[in-house]
């Protein structure tokens, strides 16, 4: 069975420091994994994804996640946060047999400090 | 383009009620989804449509019945509401295949808040 474990419900940085999104999942396929991102009272948007193609994914807005399968860890980082960066992270696993199988995380809230 | 439509925005509804949430997106896209999301829980998928003509179950399709109406409308009906529904609920869709290839970067809606009291 799949199962998709964000580590931290809430992470608070300085605008100007690195951001780390933790994320872990399992998978008994090999996983497609995605981070998507709501701002509040808005839909989701794509920030990246990994489909076994190379392990470091670069996405919008600056953001990247590598893909280390022997940790079974897909964390999304950013080198320096903006304010605008603010907002709810999603991280996502699916297996390519089944949209049954599209599993969301619980969601880790980032809050930018001024 | 607008993407993916959602109507309504808003709605409140009484237990017992029945309503529909209409989705329809403009992408040409073959597989289209409707979720929930709760407070603390990520989103969940209700039903999907890996391509016109067909539904399948999601993780949580008790109390809801769907249509894909053609391959731009996929629509989600509450028959009898119950507060355990109150929740946003999204639709997406994706590319897709024809063979159900629904892996692909999902594309949301704004979103309807439905509360049932």
Known sequence: AQSVTQLDSHVSVSEGTPVLLRCNYSSSYSPSLFWYVQHPNKGLQLLLKYT?????????????????????SFHLTKPSAHMSDAAEYFC??????????????????????? | N??????????????????????????????????????GMGLRLIYYSASEGTTDKGEVPNGYNVSRLNKREFSLRLESAAPSQTSVYFCASS???????????????????????
């Open chain 1, 52 to 72: 076994s193609a190379a392990t470091l994914v670069k996405g919008i807005n600056g953001f990247e996640a590598e893909f280390k399968k022997s940790e079974t």
């Open chain 1, 92 to 114: 996502v696993v699916s297996d390519q047999s089944s949209a049954s199988k599209i599993i969301f995380g619980s969601g880790t809230r980032l809050s930018i400090r001024p």
């Open chain 2, 2 to 39: 607008a993407g993916v439509t959602q109507t309504p925005k808003f709605q409140v509804l009484k237990t017992g009620q029945s309503m529909t949430l209409q989705c329809a997106q403009d992408m040409n896209h073959n597989s289209m989804y409707w979720y929930r999301q709760d407070p």
């Open chain 2, 95 to 117: 590319m897709g295949r024809t063979s159900g290839d629904v892996t692909d970067e999902q594309y949301f809606g704004p979103g309807t808040r439905l509360t049932v009291t």
